[in-house]
């Protein structure tokens, strides 16, 4: 698709003969002569590139106060400074306020178009690279102000730098792997390699060469396998509680010994790795049912860290949404947005069973579906599925419209008034004075209003 240019320039000549020079080439130009049309074109569609005057007769802001207000809102938005005779001095400071770079009048087809590949090349791989980094885990930030996510973050704090074996507990989705590799990063290891090994999607018969590594053998090359491959760093064995038992009897000979042999070996292999395991299921019932070694429990569960389901911090899911916001604006290359307070309200009453995973999915959905609409618009609850919507307040949809309509206004009333103050108080974490102070009651009489409906 051709990229979407904007040109600045209060001389309508020079506009011209930039976007002819440009169109040319196959891009597409729009074109704006003062500090209002630029940002009235923004609005409408953030461009790929801006080509921007220095001075702009007959605006309101001249071309360095418009480079200061686009970066504010849109900071990887390419800015290309365009400068007249003699204010090379000025179009150098352009750049330190975030210009991309900068063309001298008289204008050259040559300079121009090269100035425009560079900087459309630059933002492709800007994207690209934060968008590896966002997978690969680096960058991440664990999120949330809530008391237990301040608690993890020193328990984080207190074992990072010491070498003891970390068992994290925590429903699915809720940041059991973005702990480990905050732990990681934080850890003397850092510059280390950080490898998971996932035991959900191994097979069985492939566990031990994934785990180990295998000599070679005819027809089979050797194979690292993840102990080695995380020497000098980190293991995360993900889903303990998955591994079979021959191999967990393998892994404890390992941590006893700090050797192993490879699949099919006999030389030893020595290793400096720390290993940090995770389960979603609860071990204790694993070990009772035979499934999970009871000594390897403990080796590995030296520290156990837990992290709790979202649903019960629900105070984090406005930060989350709005990192993921931010997070996936940046990676998609869409323009920022904001949740209205109705969506904000449903989001955070959502009882999330797939936790932080399945929120930032929502939220990235919602980035996408809403793509096309005005950017200042703050995201309203109609673009949330129907499962996501539904839960919260259920009000005529679970009790029925037509129920209700069978009732006297008091019935009616009192319907409403509990679906609505369940939803809320769920929505605040059982939090009374917050939801009071939320839905506009004295405390006090939110206690007996929530006594009355029998919620309390
Ligand atoms: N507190 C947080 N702040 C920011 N992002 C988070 C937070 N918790 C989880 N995430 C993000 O949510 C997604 C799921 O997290 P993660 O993979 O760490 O969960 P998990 O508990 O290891 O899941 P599973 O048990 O399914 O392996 C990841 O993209 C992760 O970066």
Known sequence: MASDILVVDDEIDIRNLIAGILEDEGYEVRTAADSDETLAAIGARRPQL???????QGSKLDGLALLDTIRAQHNALPIVMISGHGNIETAVSAIKRGAYDYIEKPLKADRLLLAAERALEHSRLRREVESLRTKTGEHQELIGGSAVMNQLRNTIEKVSPTNSRIMIMGPSGSGKELVARTIHNKSARADGPFVVLN?????????EVAL???????????????????????????????????????????LVAQEFNRVGGTQK???????????????????????????????????????????????????????FLRQTAENQGLPRRIIGEDAMAVLQ???????????????????????DGDANDPISADFLPNEIGAIVPPLSSQTGGEHIMALPLRDAREIFERDYLKAQINRFSGNVSRTAEFVGMERSALHRKLKTLGIA
């Open 50 to 56: 801006i080509f921007l005057d220095i001075w702009l």
């Open 199 to 207: 035991s959900a999607t191994i097979t069985p018969d492939r566990m």
């Open 212 to 254: 180990f590594g295998s000599e070679a053998r005819p027809g089979h090359e050797a194979s690292v396998g993840a102990l080695e491959e995380a020497h000098g760093g980190t293991l995360y064995l993900d889903e303990i509680g998955d591994m079979p038992l021959e191999t967990q009897a393998r892994i404890l000979r390992v």
């Open 269 to 323: 292999v020595k290793v400096n790795v720390r290993i940090i395991s995770s389960s979603a299921r609860d071990l204790q019932e694993e070990i009772t049912e035979g499934r999970v070694r009871e000594d390897l429990f403990h080796r590995l569960s030296v520290v156990p860290i837990r992290v709790p389901a979202l649903a019960q911090r629900r105070e984090d899911v406005p930060m989350l949404i709005d990192y």
């Open 349 to 371: 009453a959502h009882d999330w069973p797939g936790n932080v995973r399945q929120l930032k999915n929502n939220v990235e959905r919602l980035l996408i579906l809403t793509r």
